[in-house]
């Protein structure tokens, strides 16, 4: 689907399917111009019954009946039309939303918290379904019948509409005050919900944490205390919806008592006939209804709105950046694989995180990148997968600026094994078969056995269909960081990046990881985090960083001879 030009989405997927909207705005005319038709006639052969004429009943029952069904056709079409045109662009919504979801840069996720972004896609859209699905069905029945019956009122005696209009300011006026209300109340709310289910995400994601250390009473105090405003915030809605409801009726009340009474006092001075008193009672009814919904129910389409809203700020979130670049030959014959010139980056301007950073690894070798915690080395990691573009400087990807990659075709070229491993709660089949999905069960068995993991998942009941729960919850560390490396083999990218993946596992366990992962490495370029220096004394190149710079480079032993930062780190380790 094409990427939608309109500065405000949820309208253009209003107007994408606006012919559907029109039918029904067409079919509610045809609805309500039969039941005025139908009043009007029975108006009609009641003053003919009181003047003493005769009526054709025939024709009578006749046009009755043609009226009738009219009016059940455009009843029934406008629902069919309404619920069309509410399910297409609500699933269109829905669609625009989820793609933008996966094109969003990796900073947007860094800026807004899972919790507001979960809240976004589930209860923010549900306030766009209700919007699409019934509330501007409504306003939209109601604008039309406002309309129609006021001709019809107009007709009548322009007396009785005139004191209908003397009324509508106050009708106006109150709604106006409620919308105030509700609208800032609504967006607390959401704000509100947004940080029970950030504590309620945090609470599930670190139970373990929570429970070895006895904080179930502190974190249940601060989801009471979120609760209890939420409470709060929305005791105060309630307060001001039911007094808009009482308003409501009291101003439904008010129009019908004083139009019926001034209806009466014209039928007595002989300005309208009985038959015509009839009539507009039972279009008045039908008439106040919509004159005096219409403005609540744009008050509660702004209450949507707010909501509509922040799934909008998504919407408009800054998509991640890329180029067209896609190689049509394999490019790891090139001679360096990855290459900084110069590159400076910061998350905030005040804190700058690599300065002037330039470093070439030729394709094949081994590189790591050692130093203390925050000087930078997972922003490396992070600039080298495209999540983050360099904030001056240049990042090299097989000779060409990974700006002119098509982002895609550019991670198609890197395997990532990281410490941090997340599984999805799946089979262990689909957990390795996230890195190609086309791969057969042959290719996913090999890559299996390459990582030293297919005899473990040979010997469990449901074997590759095996569920491995959320976040590989069921498996132990050293057996999710197996299926991490099989991913890796079958994606068979020419750059390996390793954060220390042996860095939480026994030591038998890191043996069969270690041995796994030298022959993962065979003729690809590799980088990696060390966080144990006793785990890339192999590499090619070392280097140090310090302050978001390179403070040091070269092999193990020739930093240990130049007895400086490396040499320090080195000694405090043990072994």
């Known amino acids: 689907m094409k990427k939608t030009k309109s500065r405000n989405i949820f309208l253009n997927c209003v107007l994408h399917y606006c012919p559907l909207f029109f039918l029904e705005t067409g079919l509610v005319w045809v609805l309500a111009g039969a039941i005025v038709e139908g009043n009007r006639l029975i108006g009609t052969a009641v003053d003919t019954l009181f003047a003493g004429g005769a009526i054709e ?15 059940f056709a455009a009843a029934f079409l406008k629902s069919v039309s309404a619920s069309l045109f509410g399910i297409k662009s609500q699933t269109l919504y829905k669609k625009l939303v989820a793609e933008k979801l996966y094109r969003l840069e990796f900073r947007y996720f860094d800026d807004n918290g899972s919790a507001a972004v979960i809240n976004k896609m589930n209860s923010d859209i549900a306030e766009a379904d209700a919007l699409l699905g019934e509330n501007l069905s409504f306003i939209c029945d109601e604008a039309v019948e406002v309309l129609t019956y006021a001709v019809f009122v107009a007709q009548t005696s322009r007396k009785l509409l005139f004191i209908m209009c003397l009324l509508y300011p106050l009708v106006l006026w109150m709604s106006e005050r409620v ?12 704000q509100k919900s947004d940080k029970i ?8 994601s670190g139970i373990l944490v929570l429970r070895s250390f006895g904080a179930e009473q502190y974190f249940g105090g601060k989801l009471s205390s979120a609760a209890d405003e939420l409470v709060e915030n929305e005791e105060k809605r309630t307060r001001i919806s039911n007094n808009a409801i009482l308003v409501r009726r ?7 008592i004083l139009c019926a009474v001034y209806a009466y006092v014209l039928v ?64 790891h014959n090139s001679k360096t694989a990855i290459a900084f010139e110069q590159v400076s980056f910061h998350y905030t301007p005040q804190t700058p995180v690599l300065k002037n950073l330039s470093f070439t690894i030729p394709a094949g070798s081994t590189v790591a990148f050692v130093g203390g915690s925050g000087e930078g080395k997972s922003t490396i990691f992070r600039i080298l997968c495209g999540f983050y573009r360099p904030c001056e400087g ?38 390795v078969a996230y890195a190609d999905t086309g791969a057969g069960e042959e290719e996913i068995i090999q890559a299996c056995r390459n990582a030293g993991i297919h005899d473990f998942i040979m010997n469990l009941p449901d074997q590759y269909d095996t569920q491995v729960g959320e976040r590989g919850i069921l498996l132990s560390g050293g057996e999710r960081q197996r299926i991490s490396i099989a991913r890796a083999f079958l994606k068979n990218a020419p750059i390996l990046l390793m954060d220390e993946p042996t860095s939480a596992v026994d030591l038998e366990t890191e043996k069969i990881i270690q041995e796994a992962m030298e022959r993962l490495a065979e003729g690809r370029t590799c980088v990696i985090i060390a966080h144990r220096l006793s785990t890339v004394q192999h ?18 032993e020739t930093l240990m001879r130049q007895n400086g930062i490396y040499t320090s780190m080195y000694g405090r380790e043990e072994f």
């Not at 009291?250 to 019908?256: A, F, K």
């Open 539 to 556: 590499a090619d190149t070392i280097f140090v960083l310090k302050d978001g710079a390179i403070a040091e480079s070269g092999t193990h």
């Open 57 to 71: 009943y025939g024709v009578f029952f006749t046009t009755l009946l043609l009226l009738t069904a009219a009016g």
């Open 394 to 431: 240049v990042y090299l990807l097989y000779d060409r600026d990974f700006n002119v990659w098509d982002t895609e075709a550019a991670r198609e070229q890197i395997a990532l094994v990281s410490q941090n491993v997340f599984l999805f709660p799946d089979t262990i089949r689909a957990n």
């Open 179 to 190: 919308v105030r209300k509700l609208t800032s109340l609504k967006k607390v709310f959401r």
């Open 268 to 331: 007595c001075r002989g300005d309208i006939s009985l038959g015509g008193l009839l009539t507009f009672i039972l279009i008045l009814g039908r008439f106040v209804d919509a004159f005096v919904g219409l403005p609540f129910d744009l008050v509660e389409a702004r209450e949507h709105w707010v909501c509509i809203r922040r799934v909008e700020e998504l919407l408009h979130g800054k998509d991640e950046e890329s180029g067209s670049y896609r190689p049509q030959m394999p490019v």
């Open 197 to 204: 289910t950030e504590i309620a995400q945090d609470c599930m």
């Open 250 to 256: 009291i101003l439904g009340w008010l129009p019908n």
